[in-house]
């Protein structure tokens, strides 16, 4: 699996290792590191050796977050497939009404043609299936010049950044 992570700061793409442990419900939490559990398994837990990350469906509510979105660092969001956009709306709400600042990741059935989209939404980091091309991944950040629609990248519509000047 290839991450990509954009850094909004420098505004640049670059594939990252993953410092992430993804631990199963039934696995002990390592002693050392950063830990991503399932929602089920966050409720119950205490303290973790390093930073906390919840993994989730892109069909799960948000409001089942909220309670516990100031320990959060990081939220993987899983696509199942193409067709489901389900994390788009995820992004958008925990981004926007929730006003979560922490990491987001989209996972699982991450297509090239979703990208822009998903940075669009909130998402700012990416994991790739083995045998996804990364740098054809990477150019999909560049794919439009130009959005109509305000999103975590553009807060106003471009009729009023053109204005702006």
Do not use: N
Not at 29 to 35: F, S, T, W
């Amino acid at each position: 699996m290839t991450l990509i992570e954009h850094d909004a700061e420098r505004g640049a793409h670059a594939v990252e290792s993953d410092p992430w442990t993804h631990v199963a419900d039934d696995a002990p939490l390592p002693a050392a590191g950063d830990v991503i559990v399932s929602l089920s398994r966050l409720a119950e837990l205490g303290e973790v050796p390093g930073r906390l990350g919840v993994r989730v469906e892109g069909s799960a509510d948000p409001a089942l977050l909220e309670p516990h979105l100031d320990r959060i660092s990081l939220i993987a969001v899983d696509l199942p497939k193409f067709t489901d956009g389900r994390a788009y709306s995820l992004a958008r709400l925990l981004r926007d009404r929730h006003a979560y600042e922490g990491g987001l990741r989209a996972g699982g059935h991450v297509l090239r043609d979703q990208i822009f989209y998903l940075w669009r939404c909130g998402f700012d980091s990416f994991e790739l299936l083995d045998g996804k091309e990364v740098d054809d991944a990477i150019a999909a950040f560049a794919d439009f010049a130009t959005t109509y629609q305000p999103a975590e990248d553009h807060h106003q519509p471009s009729w009023r950044r053109r204005r702006i000047g």
